[in-house]
């Protein structure tokens, strides 16, 4: 029974508190949406998600060996 009870433990903490998705506080989906290779680290070692989240950094730990709290992409404004 313990066992089990770990195993759900660890699943509703990789799930995150927002399920599969997650939330970016202050910033549009899209400024977050950075490709691997272009992430600029934003957070520190095991730094959380609520922690990198509010220093205005995405979080986004499904990709291995790239940085998991990272800058947001600069929205442009468009003038004419």
């Known amino acids: 029974m313990e066992t089990r009870a ?3 433990m660890l699943l509703v903490l ?3 508190p927002s399920g599969l998705a997650s939330e970016y506080v202050g910033l ?3 400024q977050c ?6 992430r600029v ?3 520190y070692p095991r730094v959380t998600e609520e922690q990198c989240n509010n220093r205005g950094c995405c979080f986004d730990s499904s990709i291995p060996n790239v940085p998991w709290c990272f800058k947001p992409l600069q929205e442009t404004e468009c003038t004419f």
């Open 6 to 8: 770990l195993w759900l």
């Open 14 to 16: 990789l799930a995150g």
């Open 28 to 30: 549009s989906p899209s």
């Open 33 to 38: 949406m950075v490709p691997a290779k272009e």
């Open 41 to 43: 680290d934003c957070g």
